[in-house]
């Protein structure tokens, strides 16, 4: 585990909501907020584990109305948060702690909770994309990428979601 | 059964190994050559088996042997024999039938001169087969080394991309976090320069060929960046860009400095007024042969001449200052700044 990684009871924690600082998820025009009347936010849970990294998709995510509803950074994280949190769609990103693969565990979410990732990686090339296919990617993010392409990614990917449902 | 005399005598007088054969393939004479090629006592190699003196595999010398008894026609065939630091030597050979007035014989000769050049030739195949053997070992080996070259090349790739965004991170978080409006102001600088690094970045090892990036793509990417990180949505933007590749080492430079010079527009062209048009516009050749062209113009308040450069303008000047590269800044209505680099 990274030095900068948190003990992982202190990832695994329920929906955040944006910091004091942050602007209003409003402002940002996007999904809108969970907190207000209107459409509950995607949920996403998102596999990363630099810390640093899933920090700042978090706050980006949450800024563009999202809900990220925990931050794993292995396999048995993502399967407990999944369980407990039911998210819509995944941000996976390739190397995780631990020896996981994020595309076997995007092939394993799919296949037993028939949920999709949008992968994140910076070494995205043709053999990736093969072996990631029966997860039914949602998309591929390359790093490294700003705020706003994280945000219109996963604006896409949730779109493509509800299309397949 | 003894060889006929006569015929032992013609035998002696050859320069070439031979011997006379009966239908048994025991040697009934040969001559001194044959002795010396042998490297063994003339006297003992009458009454010996064939078989017994030469080291051919004996499913081949006996079919040899019973072709040449059979023939009157001289048959070409070999036999193995060991020189004197042991190695197999294949010797040329030629036989057939003769009748004499003892019975019929068959007549051996061996071909040494043959043997000699067929040695040669067996030394310079065997050579030629080592160096083909190392040579394919050294490929082996290089091929191993460059897969090795771009595993850890590919590892070293991902590990800058992923440090990048980690810094990327740092400073939207940084930015996020920052009450202050110039503090946030300065560190969203900061950010959209690693930013403008990072794509070109990405965009090389998006391919195989790492020499450079598609131009016209770069940018377009980097004004959606900058545009949707000021918020200024009521901003008319139009890129043209012409198909180019930039070579990596420029893309950095062109980078930075079309993030300055976009970023100053946004800040600070359309301060007193609700709208705007910027353009940007890149093409591949300036004035001057070799150098890519970067205008990015904009209808706003202009620049003063008097005006002190900004940090923004300063990195530009800095940036083109290697040779070949250029700024120009032009003024009236709106402000029209021009960089060149070269390609």
Known sequence: MSSLAPAPSARLRPVPRPSAGLRAAADAGTCGDSASAGPLPVKVLVCEDDWLIASSIENVLA????????????????????????????????????????????????????????????????????????AQPLGWLHKPFSDDELAAAVRAAAGRDDDRH | MPANPDAAAVLDALDEPAFLLDRGGVVRHANPAAAQFLRRPLATLNGQPLAALVASPADRLAPFLDLCARSSQSMVGGLVVTDQEGRSLSCPARGCRIALAGGAFTLLRLQVGEAKRFRALTDKTISLNAELTENKRIRRDLKLALEEKEVLLREVNHRVKNNLQMLQGVLSLTERATADERSREAVRSVRLRVEAMGLVQRLLYQKDDVSGIDGAAFIRLLVDNCVSAFGRSDIAVTTTCEPVEVRSDTAFLLGLAANELITNALKYAFTDRPAGALAVDLTPHGQRAGVIRLVVADDGVGMAADAPPGTGLALVRHLVRRPGGSFSVESSRGTRCIVEFPI
């Open chain 1, 63 to 134: 800024e563009a109305g999202f809900a990220v509803v925990g931050i794993a950074a292995d396999a048995d994280e993502a399967l407990l948060l999944l369980r407990r949190e039911r998210p819509d769609l995944v941000l996976m990103d390739i190397q995780l702690q631990n020896g996981t693969n994020g595309i076997d565990l995007a092939r394993q979410l799919f296949d037993r909770f028939a949920l999709r990732s949008l992968f994140v990686s910076g070494n995205v090339n043709d053999a990736a994309r093969l072996t990631a296919a029966p």
